[in-house]
Protein backbone atom coordinates (compact mmCIF):
# COMPACT_ATOMS: atom_id res chain seq x y z
CA UNK A 1 0.00 0.00 0.00
CA UNK A 2 1.35 3.21 -0.83
CA UNK A 3 0.91 5.98 1.67
CA UNK A 4 1.30 9.04 0.03
CA UNK A 5 3.16 11.20 2.51
CA UNK A 6 2.47 14.51 2.63
CA UNK A 7 4.83 14.94 5.98
CA UNK A 8 8.50 16.72 4.65
CA UNK A 9 11.21 18.43 5.68
CA UNK A 10 9.02 21.36 5.84
CA UNK A 11 5.92 20.02 7.47
CA UNK A 12 6.55 21.23 10.72
CA UNK A 13 4.96 19.83 13.68
CA UNK A 14 3.20 22.11 15.39
CA UNK A 15 4.47 24.05 18.66
CA UNK A 16 1.68 23.40 21.03
CA UNK A 17 3.82 22.97 23.98
CA UNK A 18 4.45 26.47 24.07
CA UNK A 19 1.80 28.06 22.73
CA UNK A 20 -0.31 30.14 25.34
CA UNK A 21 -3.20 28.50 26.82
CA UNK A 22 -6.77 30.51 27.74
CA UNK A 23 -8.74 29.65 30.94
CA UNK A 24 -11.92 28.67 30.70
CA UNK A 25 -13.56 31.96 31.45
CA UNK A 26 -11.77 33.42 27.94
CA UNK A 27 -14.11 31.11 25.59
CA UNK A 28 -16.47 32.83 23.60
CA UNK A 29 -19.74 33.80 24.94
CA UNK A 30 -22.97 31.75 23.62
CA UNK A 31 -24.32 34.32 20.89
CA UNK A 32 -26.86 36.43 21.45
CA UNK A 33 -29.02 38.64 19.27
CA UNK A 34 -26.03 40.93 18.95
CA UNK A 35 -22.98 39.30 18.60
CA UNK A 36 -19.57 41.33 19.39
CA UNK A 37 -18.05 42.31 16.30
CA UNK A 38 -16.40 39.62 14.17
CA UNK A 39 -12.41 39.19 14.45
CA UNK A 40 -13.05 39.11 18.96
CA UNK A 41 -14.75 36.00 18.78
CA UNK A 42 -12.65 33.34 17.28
CA UNK A 43 -9.35 34.98 17.92
CA UNK A 44 -9.81 34.99 21.73
CA UNK A 45 -9.01 31.04 21.08
CA UNK A 46 -6.98 30.87 18.33
CA UNK A 47 -3.15 31.94 19.70
CA UNK A 48 -0.65 34.12 17.80
CA UNK A 49 0.14 32.90 14.04
CA UNK A 50 2.69 29.76 14.76
CA UNK A 51 6.23 30.49 13.53
CA UNK A 52 7.98 27.66 11.54
CA UNK A 53 11.14 26.25 12.48
CA UNK A 54 11.90 23.00 11.71
CA UNK A 55 11.65 20.67 14.43
CA UNK A 56 12.11 16.56 14.29
CA UNK A 57 9.00 14.87 16.11
CA UNK A 58 10.31 11.92 18.46
CA UNK A 59 8.00 9.05 18.37
CA UNK A 60 8.63 6.93 21.46
CA UNK A 61 7.30 3.97 20.02
CA UNK A 62 9.96 3.36 17.36
CA UNK A 63 12.39 5.71 19.49
CA UNK A 64 13.73 8.34 17.02
CA UNK A 65 11.71 10.64 14.72
CA UNK A 66 8.33 10.87 12.45
CA UNK A 67 9.79 12.94 9.36
CA UNK A 68 10.01 11.67 6.16
CA UNK A 69 13.10 10.07 6.38
CA UNK A 70 11.75 7.91 9.72
CA UNK A 71 9.10 6.84 6.82
CA UNK A 72 12.09 5.51 4.51
CA UNK A 73 13.70 4.06 7.44
CA UNK A 74 11.10 2.07 8.90
CA UNK A 75 10.83 0.26 5.01
CA UNK A 76 14.55 -1.18 5.57
CA UNK A 77 13.09 -3.46 8.18
CA UNK A 78 9.68 -4.80 6.61
CA UNK A 79 8.80 -7.01 3.54
CA UNK A 80 5.65 -4.40 2.73
CA UNK A 81 6.03 -2.01 -0.17
CA UNK A 82 7.97 1.17 0.77
CA UNK A 83 6.15 4.20 1.41
CA UNK A 84 6.41 6.46 -1.45
CA UNK A 85 7.15 10.15 -0.16
CA UNK A 86 5.47 12.85 -3.00
CA UNK A 87 7.40 15.20 -4.71
CA UNK A 88 7.61 18.35 -2.43
CA UNK A 89 4.98 20.54 -3.94
CA UNK A 90 6.45 24.58 -4.00
CA UNK A 91 3.28 25.42 -1.72
CA UNK A 92 4.52 23.12 0.88
CA UNK A 93 8.16 25.33 0.94
CA UNK A 94 8.97 27.47 3.93
CA UNK A 95 6.72 30.44 3.89
CA UNK A 96 8.00 33.55 2.35
CA UNK A 97 6.07 36.21 1.73
CA UNK A 98 2.76 36.04 -0.49
CA UNK A 99 3.75 36.19 -4.15
CA UNK A 100 1.50 38.89 -5.85
CA UNK A 101 -1.09 36.35 -7.48
CA UNK A 102 -1.51 35.34 -4.28
CA UNK A 103 -1.71 38.99 -2.92
CA UNK A 104 -4.13 39.67 -5.52
CA UNK A 105 -6.17 36.52 -4.78
CA UNK A 106 -6.44 37.42 -1.00
CA UNK A 107 -7.26 41.32 -1.88
CA UNK A 108 -9.95 39.49 -4.11
CA UNK A 109 -11.44 37.14 -1.58
CA UNK A 110 -11.67 39.78 1.29
CA UNK A 111 -13.82 42.40 -0.99
CA UNK A 112 -16.30 38.89 -1.48
CA UNK A 113 -16.25 38.41 1.91
CA UNK A 114 -16.91 42.13 2.76
CA UNK A 115 -19.03 43.24 0.11
CA UNK A 116 -20.52 40.84 -1.68
CA UNK A 117 -21.65 37.59 0.82
CA UNK A 118 -20.62 39.04 4.19
CA UNK A 119 -21.15 36.46 6.93
CA UNK A 120 -23.63 38.51 8.73
CA UNK A 121 -26.56 38.40 6.10
CA UNK A 122 -26.25 34.54 6.35
CA UNK A 123 -26.80 33.53 10.24
CA UNK A 124 -26.36 29.93 9.89
CA UNK A 125 -22.83 30.26 8.27
CA UNK A 126 -21.27 33.13 10.24
CA UNK A 127 -18.43 32.15 11.98
CA UNK A 128 -19.26 34.36 15.10
CA UNK A 129 -22.40 31.69 15.55
CA UNK A 130 -20.89 28.52 14.27
CA UNK A 131 -18.03 29.09 16.24
CA UNK A 132 -19.23 29.98 19.77
CA UNK A 133 -19.25 28.41 22.66
CA UNK A 134 -18.24 24.53 22.66
CA UNK A 135 -17.64 24.84 19.15
CA UNK A 136 -14.78 27.20 19.19
CA UNK A 137 -11.37 25.50 18.22
CA UNK A 138 -8.86 24.71 20.03
CA UNK A 139 -4.75 24.64 20.14
CA UNK A 140 -3.39 21.19 19.76
CA UNK A 141 -2.46 19.75 22.72
CA UNK A 142 0.55 17.36 23.63
CA UNK A 143 0.31 14.30 24.99
CA UNK A 144 -0.61 15.46 28.68
CA UNK A 145 -2.13 13.39 31.79
CA UNK A 146 -5.57 13.49 33.27
CA UNK A 147 -6.75 11.98 36.59
CA UNK A 148 -9.34 9.26 36.59
CA UNK A 149 -11.97 11.64 39.22
CA UNK A 150 -14.51 8.92 39.65
CA UNK A 151 -14.59 4.82 39.58
CA UNK A 152 -12.08 3.01 37.57
CA UNK A 153 -11.70 2.32 34.14
CA UNK A 154 -12.96 -0.89 32.86
CA UNK A 155 -10.40 -3.80 31.90
CA UNK A 156 -12.13 -4.22 28.19
CA UNK A 157 -10.64 -0.16 28.07
CA UNK A 158 -7.25 -0.60 29.69
CA UNK A 159 -4.63 0.41 27.50
CA UNK A 160 -6.81 1.31 25.01
CA UNK A 161 -7.68 5.05 23.16
CA UNK A 162 -10.81 6.80 22.31
CA UNK A 163 -10.40 8.64 19.34
CA UNK A 164 -12.87 11.82 18.43
CA UNK A 165 -12.41 13.77 15.12
CA UNK A 166 -14.19 16.94 14.70
CA UNK A 167 -13.73 20.10 12.65
CA UNK A 168 -11.17 22.64 14.28
CA UNK A 169 -10.24 25.62 12.05
CA UNK A 170 -6.83 26.48 12.03
CA UNK A 171 -7.18 30.06 10.45
CA UNK A 172 -9.76 32.59 11.53
CA UNK A 173 -12.33 32.07 8.43
CA UNK A 174 -12.59 35.37 6.50
CA UNK A 175 -16.01 34.76 5.51
CA UNK A 176 -19.12 32.51 6.18
CA UNK A 177 -18.24 29.35 7.74
CA UNK A 178 -19.97 25.96 7.93
CA UNK A 179 -19.74 23.60 10.88
CA UNK A 180 -18.60 20.85 8.49
CA UNK A 181 -15.56 23.17 7.03
CA UNK A 182 -12.99 23.20 10.04
CA UNK A 183 -9.62 21.13 9.63
CA UNK A 184 -9.75 17.86 11.15
CA UNK A 185 -8.30 17.08 14.55
CA UNK A 186 -7.89 14.02 16.48
CA UNK A 187 -8.60 14.06 20.47
CA UNK A 188 -7.33 10.70 21.85
CA UNK A 189 -7.77 9.38 25.44
CA UNK A 190 -4.72 6.80 25.88
CA UNK A 191 -6.64 4.94 29.10
CA UNK A 192 -4.07 3.76 31.60
CA UNK A 193 -3.09 0.18 30.67
CA UNK A 194 -2.30 -1.63 34.68
CA UNK A 195 -3.05 -0.96 37.62
CA UNK A 196 -6.36 -0.61 39.33
CA UNK A 197 -7.77 1.34 36.66
CA UNK A 198 -7.07 4.42 38.73
CA UNK A 199 -4.09 5.65 37.05
CA UNK A 200 -4.00 8.74 34.65
CA UNK A 201 -5.35 8.94 31.17
CA UNK A 202 -2.92 10.80 28.63
CA UNK A 203 -5.25 12.90 26.21
CA UNK A 204 -3.79 14.56 23.03
CA UNK A 205 -5.14 16.90 20.54
CA UNK A 206 -3.36 16.97 16.81
CA UNK A 207 -4.36 18.15 13.42
CA UNK A 208 -4.53 15.68 10.81
CA UNK A 209 -1.52 17.16 8.52
CA UNK A 210 -3.43 17.24 5.60
CA UNK A 211 -2.45 19.04 2.40
CA UNK A 212 -5.06 21.74 2.96
CA UNK A 213 -3.86 21.91 6.34
CA UNK A 214 -0.08 22.24 5.95
CA UNK A 215 -0.50 24.72 3.02
CA UNK A 216 -2.70 26.96 4.65
CA UNK A 217 -0.40 26.76 8.10
CA UNK A 218 2.83 27.91 5.46
CA UNK A 219 0.42 30.65 3.81
CA UNK A 220 -0.27 31.76 7.52
CA UNK A 221 -3.90 32.15 6.48
CA UNK A 222 -7.08 30.22 4.65
CA UNK A 223 -6.25 29.88 0.88
CA UNK A 224 -9.14 26.99 0.09
CA UNK A 225 -12.32 28.07 -0.30
CA UNK A 226 -14.99 26.58 2.21
CA UNK A 227 -16.83 23.74 0.36
CA UNK A 228 -20.24 23.98 2.74
CA UNK A 229 -21.03 27.62 2.96
CA UNK A 230 -18.43 29.49 0.08
CA UNK A 231 -20.47 28.46 -3.06
CA UNK A 232 -23.36 30.40 -2.92
CA UNK A 233 -24.71 32.57 -5.34
CA UNK A 234 -23.05 35.06 -7.41
CA UNK A 235 -20.44 35.37 -4.60
CA UNK A 236 -19.90 31.12 -5.18
CA UNK A 237 -19.17 32.14 -8.42
CA UNK A 238 -16.58 34.82 -7.77
CA UNK A 239 -15.09 32.78 -4.81
CA UNK A 240 -15.09 29.40 -7.66
CA UNK A 241 -12.77 32.03 -10.16
CA UNK A 242 -10.72 32.99 -7.52
CA UNK A 243 -9.72 29.11 -6.93
CA UNK A 244 -8.81 28.99 -10.39
CA UNK A 245 -6.95 31.42 -10.45
CA UNK A 246 -4.77 29.81 -7.78
CA UNK A 247 -4.69 26.90 -9.40
CA UNK A 248 -3.37 28.20 -12.93
CA UNK A 249 -0.86 30.58 -10.72
CA UNK A 250 0.89 27.08 -8.57
CA UNK A 251 -0.48 28.59 -5.33
CA UNK A 252 -2.78 24.89 -4.91
CA UNK A 253 -2.40 21.74 -6.25
CA UNK A 254 -5.89 20.21 -6.01
CA UNK A 255 -4.34 17.00 -7.10
CA UNK A 256 -2.85 16.52 -4.13
CA UNK A 257 -6.25 16.54 -2.05
CA UNK A 258 -8.76 19.19 -0.57
CA UNK A 259 -10.04 17.09 2.34
CA UNK A 260 -10.45 17.89 5.55
CA UNK A 261 -10.29 14.23 7.32
CA UNK A 262 -12.59 15.68 9.81
CA UNK A 263 -15.63 13.72 10.38
CA UNK A 264 -14.46 10.01 11.46
CA UNK A 265 -12.10 6.97 11.89
CA UNK A 266 -11.43 3.54 11.00
CA UNK A 267 -9.25 1.05 12.13
CA UNK A 268 -8.39 -1.59 9.50
CA UNK A 269 -5.56 -3.75 8.03
CA UNK A 270 -3.40 -2.52 11.02
CA UNK A 271 -3.82 1.00 10.22
CA UNK A 272 -5.65 3.74 11.91
CA UNK A 273 -7.31 6.22 9.31
CA UNK A 274 -8.92 9.69 9.56
CA UNK A 275 -11.57 10.55 7.19
CA UNK A 276 -13.25 13.06 5.35
CA UNK A 277 -15.38 11.75 2.59
CA UNK A 278 -14.69 14.90 0.00
CA UNK A 279 -10.96 13.13 0.10
CA UNK A 280 -8.50 9.90 0.51
CA UNK A 281 -8.39 8.23 3.75
CA UNK A 282 -4.93 9.73 6.19
CA UNK A 283 -3.19 7.29 7.85
CA UNK A 284 -2.49 8.16 11.56
CA UNK A 285 -0.86 6.59 14.46
CA UNK A 286 -1.39 6.95 17.86
CA UNK A 287 1.38 5.73 20.35
CA UNK A 288 0.52 3.14 22.31
CA UNK A 289 3.84 4.03 24.90
CA UNK A 290 2.78 8.21 25.53
CA UNK A 291 -0.30 9.12 23.38
CA UNK A 292 1.16 10.96 20.99
CA UNK A 293 -0.56 11.18 17.46
CA UNK A 294 1.25 11.30 14.09
CA UNK A 295 -0.08 11.87 10.46
CA UNK A 296 1.30 8.96 8.66
CA UNK A 297 -0.07 10.07 5.06
CA UNK A 298 -2.52 10.27 2.31
CA UNK A 299 -3.56 6.82 1.17
CA UNK A 300 -4.28 5.82 -2.04
CA UNK A 301 -3.93 2.33 -1.77
CA UNK A 302 -1.48 1.82 -4.11
CA UNK A 303 -3.10 4.09 -6.76
CA UNK A 304 -6.30 1.95 -6.53
CA UNK A 305 -8.16 4.19 -4.95
CA UNK A 306 -9.28 7.71 -6.54
CA UNK A 307 -10.74 11.28 -5.23
CA UNK A 308 -12.48 10.51 -2.49
CA UNK A 309 -14.51 7.81 0.12
CA UNK A 310 -17.13 7.38 2.52
CA UNK A 311 -16.75 8.26 6.41
CA UNK A 312 -18.84 5.80 7.25
CA UNK A 313 -17.20 2.32 5.39
CA UNK A 314 -18.27 -0.74 7.33
CA UNK A 315 -15.95 -3.46 8.49
CA UNK A 316 -16.86 -7.13 8.56
CA UNK A 317 -16.65 -8.26 11.92
CA UNK A 318 -16.23 -12.09 11.02
CA UNK A 319 -14.03 -11.29 8.00
CA UNK A 320 -12.14 -8.26 8.83
CA UNK A 321 -13.08 -6.81 5.15
CA UNK A 322 -14.21 -3.27 4.99
CA UNK A 323 -16.77 -1.99 2.30
CA UNK A 324 -16.85 1.21 1.05
CA UNK A 325 -18.02 4.25 -2.00
CA UNK A 326 -17.42 7.49 -3.20
CA UNK A 327 -20.11 10.06 -4.32
CA UNK A 328 -19.89 12.94 -6.34
CA UNK A 329 -21.23 15.41 -8.46
CA UNK A 330 -20.13 14.02 -11.93
CA UNK A 331 -20.98 10.58 -13.17
CA UNK A 332 -21.18 8.15 -11.39
CA UNK A 333 -22.49 9.94 -9.22
CA UNK A 334 -21.87 6.47 -6.74
CA UNK A 335 -19.38 4.47 -7.24
CA UNK A 336 -18.76 1.25 -4.88
CA UNK A 337 -16.03 -0.83 -3.81
CA UNK A 338 -14.21 -3.21 -0.80
CA UNK A 339 -10.93 -3.66 0.62
CA UNK A 340 -9.97 -7.04 2.06
CA UNK A 341 -8.85 -8.35 5.53
CA UNK A 342 -4.86 -7.28 5.17
CA UNK A 343 -5.93 -3.31 3.69
CA UNK A 344 -5.75 -3.78 0.53
CA UNK A 345 -8.43 -2.29 -2.14
CA UNK A 346 -9.84 -5.37 -3.27
CA UNK A 347 -12.54 -5.97 -6.81
CA UNK A 348 -13.25 -3.65 -9.12
CA UNK A 349 -14.97 -0.48 -8.33
CA UNK A 350 -18.51 -0.88 -9.25
CA UNK A 351 -20.10 2.15 -10.84
CA UNK A 352 -23.49 2.77 -10.31
CA UNK A 353 -25.04 4.44 -12.69
CA UNK A 354 -28.37 3.84 -11.88
CA UNK A 355 -28.11 7.18 -9.77
CA UNK A 356 -28.83 9.65 -12.35
CA UNK A 357 -29.27 12.63 -10.00
CA UNK A 358 -26.06 14.03 -7.31
CA UNK A 359 -26.96 13.08 -3.77
CA UNK A 360 -25.73 13.64 -0.17
CA UNK A 361 -25.09 10.06 0.00
CA UNK A 362 -23.16 10.55 4.01
CA UNK A 363 -23.64 6.35 4.89
CA UNK A 364 -24.61 3.14 3.57
CA UNK A 365 -25.38 -0.35 5.56
CA UNK A 366 -24.10 -3.87 4.66
CA UNK A 367 -25.58 -7.19 5.67
CA UNK A 368 -24.04 -10.77 4.87
CA UNK A 369 -25.02 -10.36 0.74
CA UNK A 370 -25.67 -7.14 0.53
CA UNK A 371 -24.76 -3.27 0.56
CA UNK A 372 -27.66 -0.84 0.77
CA UNK A 373 -27.78 2.43 -0.27
CA UNK A 374 -30.33 5.32 0.27
CA UNK A 375 -30.79 7.54 -2.44
CA UNK A 376 -32.00 10.73 -0.31
CA UNK A 377 -33.69 13.70 -1.38
CA UNK A 378 -30.31 15.88 -0.21
CA UNK A 379 -29.48 16.52 -3.37
CA UNK A 380 -26.74 18.59 -5.63
CA UNK A 381 -27.77 21.42 -7.71
CA UNK A 382 -25.04 23.38 -8.93
CA UNK A 383 -27.16 25.30 -11.62
CA UNK A 384 -29.13 26.12 -8.68
CA UNK A 385 -25.71 28.27 -7.85
CA UNK A 386 -25.04 29.63 -11.35
CA UNK A 387 -28.29 30.55 -12.39
CA UNK A 388 -30.31 31.13 -9.49
CA UNK A 389 -28.20 32.40 -6.98
CA UNK A 390 -28.91 29.56 -4.51
CA UNK A 391 -26.73 26.34 -2.79
CA UNK A 392 -25.26 24.22 -4.73
CA UNK A 393 -26.72 21.31 -1.97
CA UNK A 394 -30.34 21.55 -0.96
CA UNK A 395 -33.25 19.23 -0.95
CA UNK A 396 -35.40 17.98 -4.04
CA UNK A 397 -39.15 17.86 -2.38
CA UNK A 398 -40.18 16.48 -5.75
CA UNK A 399 -37.54 12.98 -5.41
CA UNK A 400 -38.84 9.94 -4.28
CA UNK A 401 -36.32 8.06 -1.71
CA UNK A 402 -34.83 4.91 -2.49
CA UNK A 403 -33.05 2.25 -1.03
CA UNK A 404 -30.48 0.27 -3.38
CA UNK A 405 -29.59 -3.09 -2.57
CA UNK A 406 -26.65 -4.38 -4.34
CA UNK A 407 -24.81 -7.98 -3.92
CA UNK A 408 -21.62 -6.82 -1.71
CA UNK A 409 -19.47 -8.89 -4.08
CA UNK A 410 -20.65 -7.49 -7.45
CA UNK A 411 -18.97 -6.86 -10.17
CA UNK A 412 -21.41 -4.66 -11.78
CA UNK A 413 -24.58 -2.99 -11.30
CA UNK A 414 -26.76 -5.31 -12.86
CA UNK A 415 -28.07 -7.21 -10.03
CA UNK A 416 -28.98 -3.77 -8.23
CA UNK A 417 -32.24 -3.31 -7.14
CA UNK A 418 -34.10 0.19 -6.15
CA UNK A 419 -36.80 0.24 -3.53
CA UNK A 420 -39.00 3.68 -3.13
CA UNK A 421 -39.76 4.47 0.14
CA UNK A 422 -40.95 7.94 0.41
CA UNK A 423 -39.90 10.31 2.97
CA UNK A 424 -37.14 8.06 3.91
CA UNK A 425 -33.99 10.21 4.54
CA UNK A 426 -31.64 8.62 6.31
CA UNK A 427 -28.42 10.65 6.52
CA UNK A 428 -27.34 7.72 8.67
CA UNK A 429 -27.71 3.95 9.01
CA UNK A 430 -27.67 2.03 12.01
CA UNK A 431 -27.65 -1.50 11.28
CA UNK A 432 -28.72 -3.97 8.40
CA UNK A 433 -28.84 -7.50 8.43
CA UNK A 434 -31.23 -10.31 6.37
CA UNK A 435 -34.17 -12.12 8.01
CA UNK A 436 -36.52 -14.51 6.56
CA UNK A 437 -36.15 -13.26 3.17
CA UNK A 438 -36.57 -9.35 4.35
CA UNK A 439 -33.91 -6.92 4.43
CA UNK A 440 -33.88 -5.12 7.64
CA UNK A 441 -32.29 -1.18 7.31
CA UNK A 442 -32.74 0.54 10.98
CA UNK A 443 -31.62 4.37 10.77
CA UNK A 444 -32.37 7.55 11.93
CA UNK A 445 -34.93 9.49 9.34
CA UNK A 446 -34.37 13.08 9.06
CA UNK A 447 -38.15 14.46 9.17
CA UNK A 448 -36.59 17.90 7.85
CA UNK A 449 -34.66 17.72 4.65
CA UNK A 450 -35.08 20.92 3.73
CA UNK A 451 -32.73 22.12 6.82
CA UNK A 452 -30.22 19.07 6.87
CA UNK A 453 -27.12 20.81 6.22
CA UNK A 454 -28.28 24.63 6.61
CA UNK A 455 -30.29 24.48 9.97
CA UNK A 456 -29.22 21.86 11.77
CA UNK A 457 -30.50 22.78 14.97
CA UNK A 458 -34.12 22.62 12.97
CA UNK A 459 -33.89 18.78 12.14
CA UNK A 460 -35.67 16.07 13.61
CA UNK A 461 -34.46 12.46 12.94
CA UNK A 462 -36.48 9.51 14.27
CA UNK A 463 -35.64 6.69 14.10
CA UNK A 464 -37.37 3.62 12.14
CA UNK A 465 -37.02 -0.10 10.91
CA UNK A 466 -37.53 -0.26 7.39
CA UNK A 467 -38.43 -3.94 6.04
CA UNK A 468 -38.10 -5.02 2.01
CA UNK A 469 -39.45 -8.20 0.73
CA UNK A 470 -36.59 -8.93 -0.82
CA UNK A 471 -37.19 -12.46 -2.15
CA UNK A 472 -40.97 -12.21 -2.36
CA UNK A 473 -42.90 -9.19 -3.31
CA UNK A 474 -40.71 -6.33 -2.73
CA UNK A 475 -43.18 -4.78 -0.50
CA UNK A 476 -41.52 -1.66 1.95
CA UNK A 477 -42.73 -1.40 5.75
CA UNK A 478 -41.86 1.02 7.75
CA UNK A 479 -41.84 0.77 11.91
CA UNK A 480 -41.12 3.78 13.87
CA UNK A 481 -38.94 2.91 17.00
CA UNK A 482 -38.74 6.21 18.89
CA UNK A 483 -40.44 9.31 18.10
CA UNK A 484 -37.19 10.90 20.17
CA UNK A 485 -34.69 13.60 18.15
CA UNK A 486 -31.92 10.53 17.74
CA UNK A 487 -28.49 10.66 15.73
CA UNK A 488 -25.47 9.35 15.97
CA UNK A 489 -26.11 5.45 16.01
CA UNK A 490 -23.99 2.81 17.13
CA UNK A 491 -24.04 -0.79 18.30
CA UNK A 492 -22.20 -3.57 19.29
CA UNK A 493 -19.31 -3.91 16.64
CA UNK A 494 -19.22 -7.57 16.70
CA UNK A 495 -22.97 -7.15 15.31
CA UNK A 496 -22.64 -5.26 12.33
CA UNK A 497 -24.69 -6.78 9.27
CA UNK A 498 -26.67 -9.40 10.95
CA UNK A 499 -29.62 -9.43 13.11
CA UNK A 500 -28.99 -7.56 16.58
CA UNK A 501 -31.12 -6.11 19.46
CA UNK A 502 -29.75 -2.90 20.84
CA UNK A 503 -28.81 0.56 19.51
CA UNK A 504 -27.22 3.24 21.46
CA UNK A 505 -28.16 7.25 20.12
CA UNK A 506 -27.04 10.52 21.09
CA UNK A 507 -30.37 12.77 21.83
CA UNK A 508 -30.41 15.72 19.98
CA UNK A 509 -30.93 19.28 21.68
CA UNK A 510 -31.13 20.71 19.43
CA UNK A 511 -28.87 19.23 16.48
CA UNK A 512 -25.96 18.85 16.75
CA UNK A 513 -25.92 19.05 20.67
CA UNK A 514 -26.31 15.78 22.25
CA UNK A 515 -27.51 16.43 25.97
CA UNK A 516 -27.86 12.20 26.61
CA UNK A 517 -27.76 9.11 25.19
CA UNK A 518 -31.03 6.64 25.12
CA UNK A 519 -30.40 2.51 24.58
CA UNK A 520 -33.04 1.31 22.12
CA UNK A 521 -34.23 -2.27 22.36
CA UNK A 522 -35.74 -3.46 18.48
CA UNK A 523 -37.25 -6.45 20.32
CA UNK A 524 -40.01 -3.64 21.26
CA UNK A 525 -40.66 -2.87 17.46
CA UNK A 526 -44.44 -2.57 16.42
CA UNK A 527 -44.84 -2.17 20.27
CA UNK A 528 -44.58 1.55 20.77
CA UNK A 529 -40.95 3.39 22.41
CA UNK A 530 -38.59 1.32 21.90
CA UNK A 531 -36.02 3.19 24.36
CA UNK A 532 -34.90 0.56 27.73
CA UNK A 533 -32.61 3.08 28.86
CA UNK A 534 -31.57 6.97 29.03
CA UNK A 535 -28.78 9.04 30.12
CA UNK A 536 -29.00 13.09 30.52
CA UNK A 537 -25.64 14.20 30.96
CA UNK A 538 -26.92 17.04 33.39
CA UNK A 539 -28.25 20.96 32.87
CA UNK A 540 -25.98 22.66 30.07
CA UNK A 541 -23.63 19.21 29.63
CA UNK A 542 -23.64 18.29 26.08
CA UNK A 543 -21.76 15.34 24.68
CA UNK A 544 -21.68 13.25 21.31
CA UNK A 545 -21.52 10.09 19.83
CA UNK A 546 -21.64 7.25 21.86
CA UNK A 547 -19.38 4.38 21.34
CA UNK A 548 -19.72 0.98 22.41
CA UNK A 549 -16.80 -1.06 23.89
CA UNK A 550 -18.21 -4.96 24.48
CA UNK A 551 -17.25 -6.64 27.59
CA UNK A 552 -14.46 -8.96 25.72
CA UNK A 553 -14.99 -11.02 22.32
CA UNK A 554 -16.49 -14.01 23.80
CA UNK A 555 -19.45 -15.51 21.83
CA UNK A 556 -21.22 -16.38 25.33
CA UNK A 557 -21.55 -12.95 26.38
CA UNK A 558 -25.06 -10.74 26.01
CA UNK A 559 -25.32 -8.16 23.65
CA UNK A 560 -25.54 -5.43 25.82
CA UNK A 561 -22.24 -6.45 28.04
CA UNK A 562 -20.41 -3.85 27.75
CA UNK A 563 -19.29 0.00 27.91
CA UNK A 564 -20.43 3.47 25.78
CA UNK A 565 -17.30 6.31 26.24
CA UNK A 566 -17.76 10.03 25.46
CA UNK A 567 -16.38 13.16 26.01
CA UNK A 568 -19.21 15.04 28.09
CA UNK A 569 -18.37 19.26 28.00
CA UNK A 570 -20.18 21.22 30.92
CA UNK A 571 -20.98 24.69 29.72
CA UNK A 572 -21.56 25.63 33.52
CA UNK A 573 -18.44 24.54 34.46
CA UNK A 574 -16.41 24.90 31.41
CA UNK A 575 -14.83 21.78 31.89
CA UNK A 576 -14.78 19.11 29.43
CA UNK A 577 -15.01 15.02 30.74
CA UNK A 578 -14.38 11.84 29.26
CA UNK A 579 -17.43 9.32 30.67
CA UNK A 580 -17.86 5.65 31.09
CA UNK A 581 -21.06 4.35 31.14
CA UNK A 582 -22.40 0.47 31.67
CA UNK A 583 -24.67 -0.27 28.63
CA UNK A 584 -26.56 -2.83 30.59
CA UNK A 585 -28.08 -0.64 33.51
CA UNK A 586 -30.94 1.25 33.43
CA UNK A 587 -29.71 4.32 33.36
CA UNK A 588 -26.43 3.85 31.34
CA UNK A 589 -24.73 4.38 35.37
CA UNK A 590 -21.54 6.30 35.35
CA UNK A 591 -18.73 3.62 36.28
CA UNK A 592 -15.62 5.95 35.47
CA UNK A 593 -14.78 9.85 34.94
CA UNK A 594 -11.85 11.00 33.67
CA UNK A 595 -11.19 15.00 34.12
CA UNK A 596 -9.54 16.26 31.13
CA UNK A 597 -6.60 19.22 31.36
CA UNK A 598 -8.86 21.81 29.18
CA UNK A 599 -11.98 21.65 26.79
CA UNK A 600 -12.71 18.88 24.07
CA UNK A 601 -15.28 21.17 21.34
CA UNK A 602 -18.19 19.08 20.06
CA UNK A 603 -17.11 16.78 16.94
CA UNK A 604 -18.17 13.66 14.93
CA UNK A 605 -17.58 10.55 15.16
CA UNK A 606 -15.57 8.45 17.92
CA UNK A 607 -13.70 5.14 17.62
CA UNK A 608 -12.55 3.13 20.41
CA UNK A 609 -8.92 1.38 19.70
CA UNK A 610 -8.07 -1.74 21.64
CA UNK A 611 -4.54 -2.02 23.65
CA UNK A 612 -3.92 -5.05 21.09
CA UNK A 613 -5.20 -2.79 17.88
CA UNK A 614 -2.75 -0.14 18.92
CA UNK A 615 0.18 -1.89 19.02
CA UNK A 616 -0.44 -3.93 15.95
CA UNK A 617 -0.50 -0.28 14.06
CA UNK A 618 2.33 -0.13 11.74
CA UNK A 619 5.54 2.18 12.04
CA UNK A 620 4.41 3.84 8.34
FE1 LIG B 1 -21.53 10.97 9.85
Given at each position: MNVLSVSSSTAFPARSGRRRRLPPSRLPPTPSPSPPPFPSVVSAVKTVEKTLEPQIKKDPAAGTSTGPRKVADDHRNTTRPPTIARPKPASLRPRKPPSLMATVCNDLEELIHTFIDPPVLRPSVDPRRVLSNNFAPVDELPPTPCPVVRGAIPRCLAGGAYIRNGPNPQHLPRGPHHLFDGDGMLHSLLLPASGDGTDPAVLCSRYVHTYKYLLERNAGAPVFPSVFSGFHGFAGLARGAVTAARVLTGQMNPMEGAGLANTSLVFFGDRLYALGESDLPYAVRVSPEDGEIFTLGRCDFDGRLFMGMTAHPKKDPSTGELFAFRYGPVPPFLTYFRFDAEGNKAGPDVPIFSVQQPSFLHDFAVTGRYAVFPDLQIVMKPMDMVLGGGAPVGSDNSKVPRIGVLPRYATSEAEMRWFEVPGFNPVHAVNAWEEEGDLVLVAPNVLSVEHALERMELVHSSMEMVRIDLEGSGAVSRTPL???????GVIHPGYLGRRNRYAYLGVGDPMPKISGVVKLDFESAGHGDCVVARRHFGRGCFGGEPVFVPK?????????EGYLVSYVHDEVRAESRFVVMDAQSPELDIVAEVLLPRRVPYGFHGLFVSKEELRSQRQS
Open positions: SAANLDFSEREEEEED
